[in-house]
């Protein structure tokens, strides 16, 4: 009988114990983690991942926990989508409405926050409202821990940097002090990856607007020109005090822009020519809502 290569067993390492997992990571560094296992069930089941070792987190208590750090939040990778929307709806609206995307009921109740950037698909619907808040994610080892930014963690489609050894801890966030957005086209309304995506976020303390696109792209990519055009035209006509609508002109170039910063493929999912005039679309769409958002609040 030919032998297919894949092993004939797997060892499932478990632990309630962070510091153990770390441990048995250092000592299995080819061993997958597992968290929900929403996207790692899936590799399994079609055979495109045939682990020899898996580390289940799904019992560290410490991986489930947030609260407040330094004035940012620091949320745990074990925080499930379903989590996260009822206990940090309020102060990460942003990933919140990304969140209430994602799947199903059943799958935002399993699905972690950390799962998604263990996977760092382009589709993810968690990683643009993380970039857009210039989120930090948390990576530990038996060594140490350091933090490093959203948007070098994710190095290309499915790629992270994770080291062998380590795992993602949590991820640190800025609390929203304005109104943020998410908006997601798909080919039906529920249970889709994202064909594009855009998450914005309005800051007005430090009096500016991030923008940044999904799946439009080997990653998760910010619009740093639309970004700085628009935080022009709020400061040139003052509009962050008197809270008057943004021109019609600047929307529509500040979509342009978005449109522009997109590098999308074509794929089963939509035409690259269509993912950039859908992301116009939502550029314009997405802050038009967040600044009306601004101007009511
Ligand atoms: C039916 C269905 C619908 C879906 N819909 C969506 C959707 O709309 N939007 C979307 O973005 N995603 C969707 N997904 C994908 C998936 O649900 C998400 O990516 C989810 O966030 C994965 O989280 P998880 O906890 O299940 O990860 P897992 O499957 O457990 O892990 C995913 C990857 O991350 C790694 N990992 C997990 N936790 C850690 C950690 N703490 N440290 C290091 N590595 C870790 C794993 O080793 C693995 O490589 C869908 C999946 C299914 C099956």
């Known amino acids: 009988m030919a032998d297919s290569g894949a092993p004939s067993t797997v060892e499932v390492l478990q632990t309630d114990s962070w510091e153990e997992a770390l441990a048995l990571k250092g000592a299995h560094p080819e061993a997958v983690p597992i968290a929900g296992g929403t996207d790692l069930m899936v590799e399994l089941n079609f055979d495109r991942a045939r682990p020899r070792v898996i580390l289940d987190l799904t019992r560290i208590p410490e991986l489930t926990e947030w609260g ?4 940012r939040l620091r949320v745990g990778a074990g925080v499930t989508y379903a989590r ?9 609206p942003g990933l919140a409405i990304a969140s209430r995307t994602v799947g199903s009921p059943q799958i935002r109740n399993r699905g972690t926050i ?11 619907d968690g990683l643009p409202p993380l970039f857009a808040s210039d989120a930090e994610v948390e990576l ?3 060594a140490g821990t350091r933090r490093i930014a959203v948007g070098e963690f994710v190095t290309g489609p499915k790629q992270n940097c994770l080291a062998d050894d380590e795992l993602i801890a949590a991820f640190h966030i800025v609390p929203a002090d304005g109104p943020q957005e998410f908006a997601k086209i798909g080919t039906r309304n529920a249970m889709v990856i994202a064909v594009c995506s855009l998450a914005l976020a309005i800051w ?25 055009f628009i935080a022009g035209v709020l400061d040139e006509h003052d509009l962050w005090s008197s809270r008057r609508p943004v021109p019609a002109a600047a929307l529509d170039r500040f979509g342009e822009l978005v449109e522009h910063a997109a590098r999308p493929i074509d794929d089963v999912r939509g035409t690259a020519r269509y993912r950039h005039h859908a992301l116009g679309v939502l550029g314009r769409r997405t802050l038009t809502w967040a600044w009306e958002a601004y101007r009511c609040g």
């Open 114 to 124: 950390g799962g998604n950037l263990g996977t760092a698909s382009p589709a993810g």
């Open 84 to 92: 996260l929307i009822a206990e940090l709806g309020d102060r990460l």
């Open 68 to 71: 407040p750090e330094n004035g």
């Open 140 to 142: 530990a080892s038996s």
């Open 204 to 228: 007005p303390d430090r009096r500016s607007v991030a923008a940044c696109i999904g799946s439009a792209g080997p990653t998760p990519i910010r619009t740093s020109e639309a970004e700085r």
